[in-house]
């Protein structure tokens, strides 16, 4: 959940300055604390400190390091283990000084490794358990191996989760970087710069060439050259694929908006527009997995969660099939005693590095071999492409917001064009009402940026409108219960308010009880077979004095009416785009959690305590 960055050149470049924008960048990974070293004549320079990274610049200038220093180590943190203060911010170093470390990542076994370490005579300072790695390669160092060796050595030892760059003062231009179960990247400049980073964004500036490191595989990068090696096979370079990076710098940057949740949110109709471009061959083949299934299962975390709850109902109406949905966290305590060998199962995750999804596909892979793993993600090479079968890549381009917003409607539109493939294959429909669909799913873009254009005013008056209200709903009934959920976790998450996503008939049996005069409640209600009964629980709050506010389509007249104030989305009120509709609609719950964010003075790009990766258990 930590963001680090490492970089080494021969070229005459500000590595300090460079490290501190780099770890700016992935701020969205962890933000409690940050620390930068820097190697200059035969020494490490540190400065680190607790807060948000552009607070501790002002107070500590950074990056202010001396000219001739050519490599650097920068760290942004997500406390674990030790709260996040000076002292446990990373780096960390060995007893002497001379050994740096960065780490994202849990290591569960250090605090056996410390017993060790400090029988040994080493001596801590911090509560973490990424001081271990220092004292372990200082250690190793006494027996007379090189620093690649003694970063082996170390890292065997170590149970969990890492990605670790680690610097030596007496080596002035090498970075080791090693990793298992956390994204580590190498970005290189031929000949001149190498970096390493735990996301692309970090390098991207400067270079769009790079090597995405496997679990257990080893980096040793000089200025402008990298090599690679197995941890468990460690004295041949092997090769390793380069790959060349499409996303522009100007998708990682805020590019004018004041913050990066609303700036995604306005990327919404392009990160769609590309999305739809994805090949009908790996569409087909999804689809094709989906219709020989015995039993299957669709699992995720959080946003890709809600996601995959509304992609079931839509791939669900095609397929003629029940998809079980189980957060992935639960996944295998559910399916322990029942999961079939020919079971496939449907990962999703913006990141493709959710720890609890990534142990939920591995045991059920361990489980029973023949499961076959289908997995959507947005990021090309992440761990959950390395356990699957087959892989769906949304086109949403870099999120950096810690909100997920453009990757929820990818993923929704990513699962709606595997359902129309399965419908294809399946001719239940005939090509002209097929047809209907796919266009219905090809005007979503400009839905959007209308709604965008036009109702930004609306949504901040509801917002003032609701500010007094510490808790509400949204209620809906079928698909849009998902958007329901949705909407709830985007207001707890960057507005802090606990506001829920129910379903409009089960709030009749406990939170009904809730509603007083003028209690707001939302109502999700797109014109589809749910419609008539979402009336009739809409008329049950309205009757005790809840203040109704509504979603629903443009030309929408019985709830709109119904309605104290009414959010239009324009699209057409027919069977073909409400089908789609969490991803038209949500949208608007994002942007509300957006502006409710900052009506609370709260910044949406760091939500308290939160991350955007989250690869701790
Ligand atoms: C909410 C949010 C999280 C993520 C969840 C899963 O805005 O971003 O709830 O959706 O942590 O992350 P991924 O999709 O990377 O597996």
Known sequence: MCGIFGITTNQNKPVGKIALEAIKRLEYRGYDSCGIVTQYESQLLVKKD?????????????????????????????????????INSHPHLDCDDKIAVIHNGILENFIELKEEMLSKGHVFKSETDTEIIPHLIEENLKKNVDLKDAVVNAVKKCKGAYGLAICHADYPDTIIAVRRESPLIVGIEEGKTTYCASDIPAFLPYTR???????????ILKAGTVEFYDVYNSNFPKKKDLHHVEWSMDAAEKGGYEHFMLKEIYEEPDALRRTLKVTNDSLKDFAKSLLSAENIYITAAGTSFYAALAGKFIITKFLGKYIQAIECSEFKTELINSLEKDSVIIAISQSGETIDLIEAIRWAKDYQASVKILSITNIVGSSITRHSDKILITQAGPEIGVAATKTFVTQVLIQSLVALEIAKLRKIESQNEIQKYYDALHSIPEVIERFLTKSVDLIKYIVRNLEKNLNFFFLARGISIATAKEGGLKLKEVACRFIEGYSAAHAKHGPISLVREGYPIIFIAPPDETYERLVGNLMEFKSRGGKIISLVVEDDKKIGDLSDITIRIPQPGDKYHSLFSPITFVPALQLLAYYAALEHNLDPDKP????KTVTVH
């Open 50 to 86: 607790a807060g948000k990274i552009e607070e501790i610049n002002q107070r500590i200038k950074l990056d202010d390091f001396p000219n001739g220093s050519r490599l650097a180590l920068a760290h942004t943190r997500w406390a674990t283990h030790g709260p996040p203060t000076k």
């Open 209 to 219: 060439n790079c090597y995405i490191l496997e679990d257990d595989e080893i980096a």
């Open 608 to 611: 308290l305590n939160l991350a």
